[in-house]
T-cell receptor, first 115, second 111 residues
Framework: NAGVTQTPKFQVLKTGQSMTLQCAQD?????MYWYRQDPGMGLRLIYY???????DKGEVPNGYNVSRLNKREFSLRLESAAPSQTSVYFC??????????????FGPGTRLLVL | RKEVEQDPGPFNVPEGATVAFNCTYS??????FFWYRQDCRKEPKLLMS???SGNEDGRFTAQLNRASQYISLLIRDSKLSDSATYLC????????????FGTGTRLQVTL
């Protein structure tokens, strides 16, 4: 099992450009999450998908959109990148079954620099 | 008040020392708890779950105090390789749960 994979690993954008960060998991997990991590701020939830077909805003959704393409894949889109979106982005997944005490597993992250 | 609070540190300890971190949570409905380890420029990785009765995994011991709403992580015989940031996580009830992460405590183990 590859676990949670993310592409690309690194990306440099100019202000105003758009891009999509890809995430996939092969653990048959129901829930998927996108976080950003900035120095001193910890992990902040951008969007999450509790199950296939649903998405919800997290703590910092402005400037982002998501698509839960299928059970395996959850993408994050920046329509018009801004320097404030320079960050490390982590995707995570969780089984989310009733009665199962289970936590999240993270992908390796995407480092994004917006100039 | 943040839902999950941790002392950011850094905790600088010599190799072989015992070090403990606490993490307080504000949501009394939180049902399960975990500790993660995050190395510099890497993703958080699950270190251990925290059970109500306390649990041990080698040199690591995790404890939960529901009355005072905190969890703790004790590391015995610290190794240089334990240097990392340790994140605590509280999980509320419900399958569509949004986990709440602390901002992490940085540990630096020195010779």
């Amino acid at each position: 099992n590859a676990g949670v994979t993310q592409t690309p690993k690194f990306q440099v954008l100019k202000t105003g450009q758009s891009m999509t960060l890809q995430c996939a998991q092969d653990m048959n997990h129901n829930s998927m999450y996108w976080y950003r991590q900035d120095p001193g701020m910890g992990l902040r939830l951008i969007y999450y998908s509790a199950s296939e077909g649903t998405t919800d805003k997290g703590e910092v959704p402005n400037g982002y959109n998501v698509s839960r393409l299928n059970k395996r894949e959850f993408s994050l889109r920046l329509e018009s990148a801004a320097p404030s979106q320079t960050s490390v982005y982590f995707c995570a997944s969780r089984i989310s079954l009733a009665g199962v005490q289970e936590t999240q597993y993270f992908g390796p992250g995407t480092r994004l620099l917006v100039l | 008040r943040k839902e999950v609070e941790q002392d950011p540190g850094p905790f600088n300890v010599p190799e072989g020392a015992t070090v403990a971190f606490n993490c307080t949570y504000s949501n009394s409905a939180s049902q399960s708890f975990f500790w993660y380890r995050q190395d510099c420029r890497k993703e958080p990785k699950l270190l251990m779950s925290v059970y109500s009765s306390g649990n041990e995994d080698g040199r690591f011991t995790a404890q939960l105090n529901r009355a005072s709403q905190y969890i703790s992580l004790l590391i015995r015989d610290s190794k240089l390789s334990d240097s990392a940031t340790y994140l605590c996580v509280a999980v509320p009830t419900g399958t569509a749960s949004k986990l709440t992460f602390g901002t992490g405590t940085r540990l630096q183990v020195t010779l």
